[in-house]
């Protein structure tokens, strides 16, 4: 947890990674439901561990099986999982250190830009956008033969550079129904005007303005619908939330990426425009009743703003006293990087806080 959790709730140390400890404390407290937040615990199968276990197995983990967490755990199973499926994503061809001079010769003969992928899990880090082709063929290089990005790079994924307007969209599903909760846009760039270099995300909005009905009935007929039914025939075990990172292009919209779970700061502009209780939704998806539930987005607009310590993304200082969290009147503050001492909070991380706020409009929020 951070500071703001410690406010609410008790912190534990235990890492999302260690399933014998996050199964003893789990069976000390009767925890009923398990939601994991970040990609690692899912794609090193949490769920598998939870339904293999006689003592755990009464307990509703809303996350992919090991299997289905491979959606976001590696992008050559993803964009192969679109292709059987026909879900509209970039062209693409993977490769690794056999097939290297191959790699080299599509390189060559790709339009520009090229876009590279590591196949697994780099922390948002692994993708490379390239205006040259000696820039891709550097980074080729680097990626399967210095292993840039470690084990995650040992395959990388060549891909069609699409040019369009991203947004993200989110699902809660049990693999065979879902619910659609609140689309947002996240803004990846820091400093004002998107100048300077990409982050985890520096704030985002709720409802996107170009996500019209039109568009979001193509996003559920050719994207979403294809991807559960894929799940389903494909015998993929999946309770938890799907991210589809969404990129438009002309009035068509394309798969760039899945994640297997909620985004950041995606999340916090989605979950305030959820009118139901999250955990009635998780309850349904245990119990297969998702198709019953009619979900509600609020009306009124949210956004949020990251306040980050100085120097993010590159070097940056810990331990800097925030002041000012009380003044904080008809808008919810999310910790990030923070952590409480006695009376006060302190700074613990690049980004700090998410400040959420709603409005009529976009502007007004």
Same mark, same amino acid.
Request: proline share 4%; aromatic share 8%.
């Given at each position: 947890?951070?500071?703001?959790?410690?406010?609410?709730?008790?912190?534990?140390?235990?890492?999302?990674?260690?399933?014998?400890?996050?199964?003893?404390?789990?069976?000390?407290?009767?925890?009923?439901?398990?939601?994991?937040?970040?990609?690692?615990?899912?794609?090193?199968?949490?769920?598998? %561990?939870?339904?293999?276990?006689?003592?755990?197995?009464?307990?509703?983990?809303?996350?992919?099986?090991?299997?289905?967490?491979?959606?976001?755990?590696?992008?050559?199973?993803?964009?192969?999982?679109?292709?059987?499926?026909?879900?509209?994503?970039?062209?693409?061809?993977?490769?690794?250190?056999?097939?290297?001079? $191959?790699?080299?010769?599509?390189?060559?003969?790709?339009?520009?830009?090229?876009?590279?992928?590591?196949?697994?899990?780099?922390?948002?880090?692994?993708?490379?956008?390239?205006?040259? !082709?000696?820039?891709?063929?550097?980074?080729?290089?680097?990626?399967?033969?210095?292993?840039?990005?470690?084990?995650?790079?040992?395959?990388?994924?060549?891909?069609?550079?699409?040019?369009?307007?991203?947004?993200?969209?989110?699902?809660? !599903?049990?693999?065979?129904?879902?619910?659609?909760?609140?689309?947002?846009?996240?803004?990846?760039?820091?400093?004002?005007?998107?100048?300077?270099?990409?982050? &985890?995300?520096?704030?985002?909005?709720?409802?996107?303005?170009?996500?019209?009905?039109?568009?979001?009935?193509?996003?559920?007929?050719?994207?979403?619908?294809? !991807?559960?039914?894929?799940?389903?025939?494909?015998?993929?075990?999946?309770? &938890? %939330?799907?991210?589809? &990172?969404?990129?438009?292009?002309?009035?068509?919209? %394309?798969?760039?990426?899945?994640?297997?779970?909620?985004?950041?700061?995606?999340?916090?502009?989605?979950?305030?425009?959820?009118?139901?209780?999250?955990?009635?939704?998780?309850?349904?998806?245990?119990?297969?009743?998702?198709?019953?539930?009619?979900?509600?987005?609020?009306?009124?607009?949210?956004?949020?703003?990251?306040?980050?310590?100085?120097?993010?993304?590159?070097?940056?200082?810990?331990?800097?006293?925030?002041?000012?969290?009380?003044?904080?009147?008809?808008?919810?503050?999310?910790?990030?990087?923070?952590?409480? $001492?006695?009376?006060?909070?302190?700074?613990? &991380?690049?980004?700090?806080?998410?400040? !959420?706020?709603?409005?009529?409009?976009?502007?007004?929020?």
């Amino acid at each position: 947890g951070n500071g703001g959790t410690a406010s609410i709730g008790k912190n534990h140390a235990l890492s999302a990674t260690d399933f014998p400890a996050i199964k003893a404390f789990c069976l000390e407290n009767k925890i009923d439901i398990l939601l994991p937040g970040s990609e690692e615990p899912l794609v090193k199968g949490i769920y598998d %561990f939870f339904k293999a276990d006689k003592a755990l197995e009464h307990i509703m983990v809303a996350a992919p099986s090991k299997e289905g967490a491979q959606l976001e755990g590696s992008k050559d199973f993803s964009k192969r999982f679109m292709q059987r499926h026909q879900i509209p994503t970039a062209s693409y061809a993977t490769f690794n250190k056999d097939s290297y001079e $191959e790699g080299i010769t599509y390189l060559k003969n790709h339009s520009l830009p090229i876009v590279l992928k590591a196949d697994g899990l780099a922390a948002g880090k692994g993708v490379v956008i390239c205006e040259t !082709t000696d820039e891709a063929l550097q980074n080729f290089a680097s990626m399967i033969q210095d292993q840039a990005f470690g084990e995650a790079s040992s395959k990388v994924v060549v891909e069609q550079f699409l040019s369009g307007i991203e947004l993200s969209v989110f699902v809660l !599903t049990n693999g065979e129904q879902y619910v659609l909760l609140p689309e947002a846009k996240d803004y990846k760039r820091i400093l004002e005007g998107d100048k300077g270099p990409n982050t &985890g995300g520096m704030g985002a909005i709720s409802p996107v303005p170009f996500a019209e009905a039109s568009f979001m009935n193509q996003v559920v007929s050719t994207i979403i619908e294809p !991807t559960i039914s894929g799940l389903k025939k494909e015998n993929i075990v999946y309770n &938890g %939330f799907i991210f589809f &990172g969404l990129i438009k292009v002309g009035d068509a919209p %394309f798969v760039i990426e899945y994640n297997c779970r909620m985004g950041d700061p995606e999340t916090e502009v989605v979950m305030p425009r959820l009118e139901n209780d999250l955990v009635e939704l998780i309850v349904a998806m245990h119990q297969n009743t998702l198709h019953k539930i009619a979900v509600k987005h609020a009306s009124q607009a949210a956004t949020t703003v990251m306040l980050v310590s100085k120097g993010y993304p590159g070097n940056y200082e810990k331990n800097k006293e925030i002041s000012g969290l009380d003044a904080v009147k008809d808008s919810i503050v999310f910790h990030a990087g923070t952590k409480k $001492e006695e009376d006060s909070y302190i700074t613990n &991380g690049g980004r700090v806080l998410a400040i !959420t706020s709603y409005g009529n409009t976009l502007k007004d929020a």
